[in-house]
T-cell receptor, first 113, second 112 residues
Framework: EAGVAQSPRYKIIEKRQSVAFWCNPI?????LYWYQQILGQGPKLLIQ????????DSQLPKDRFSAERLKGVDSTLKIQPAKLEDSAVYLC???????????FGEGSWLTVV | QKEVEQDPGPLSVPEGAIVSLNCTYS??????FMWYRQYSRKGPELLMY????GNKEDGRFTAQVDKSSKYISLFIRDSQPSDSATYLC????????????FGTGTRLKVLA
């Protein structure tokens, strides 16, 4: 079974530029999450989708971050404009709801200079 | 006070040692408890999953949950250099929303 796919793996941008990350969850997984993990910290939930609807986006900085999940499968997370403090790993995860467990992709590493 | 507290380490142990990793939490509503292992430059990988209180064993790994003390532990027996990684605890409030709260992670180094 294929895992959660993310791209790009690494991205370096200048502050005030924009960036987009893509995620393809495990086939059949209805729930999709985007987490932000700053170096030395645990993952922090940015947004959670159930199919193509948003369940929780309370910690998403909506003035600069946006996310969508069209057709309830792939998802895109966008940052515009980026700030230095956005340098982090952006982790996508998916889950079925069974056993209440989620599975992560390899992450997209963002450096803002 | 953070919802989930975890000592960041680093924790260095000799090969073959028993490792104890711990998390405390403040929200008594947490019902689901997970441990993830994260290697450098990789995404977190699910290690153990426990519902409510009790113990669960899987090979060299044992997860314990003490809800009365709001304390969870992961034990690694016969630790190997390949166990060197960051270990993250995670907790979920309800099965409806599956909102996961993570600890900061403990960096473990097993010395050969």
């Amino acid at each position: 079974e294929a895992g959660v796919a993310q791209s790009p793996r690494y991205k370096i941008i200048e502050k005030r530029q924009s960036v987009a990350f893509w995620c393809n969850p495990i086939s059949g997984h209805a729930t999709l999450y985007w987490y932000q993990q700053i170096l030395g910290q645990g993952p922090k939930l940015l947004i959670q989708f159930q199919n193509n609807g948003v369940v929780d986006d309370s910690q998403l900085p909506k003035d600069r971050f946006s996310a969508e999940r069209l057709k309830g499968v792939d998802s895109t997370l966008k940052i515009q404009p980026a700030k230095l403090e956005d340098s982090a790993v952006y982790l996508c995860a998916s889950g079925t709801g069974l056993r209440n467990t989620i599975y992560f992709g390899e992450g997209s590493w963002l450096t803002v200079v | 006070q953070k919802e989930v507290e975890q000592d960041p380490g680093p924790l260095s142990v000799p090969e073959g040692a028993i490792v104890s990793l711990n998390c405390t939490y403040s929200n008594s509503a947490f019902q689901y408890f997970m441990w993830y292992r994260q290697y450098s430059r990789k995404g977190p990988e699910l290690l153990m999953y426990t519902y409510s209180s009790g113990n669960k064993e899987d090979g060299r790994f044992t997860a314990q949950v003490d809800k009365s003390s709001k304390y969870i532990s992961l034990f690694i027996r016969d630790s190997q250099p390949s166990d060197s990684a960051t270990y993250l605890c995670a907790m979920s409030l309800t099965s409806g929303t599956y909102k996961y709260i993570f600890g900061t992670g403990t960096r473990l180094k097993v010395l050969a």
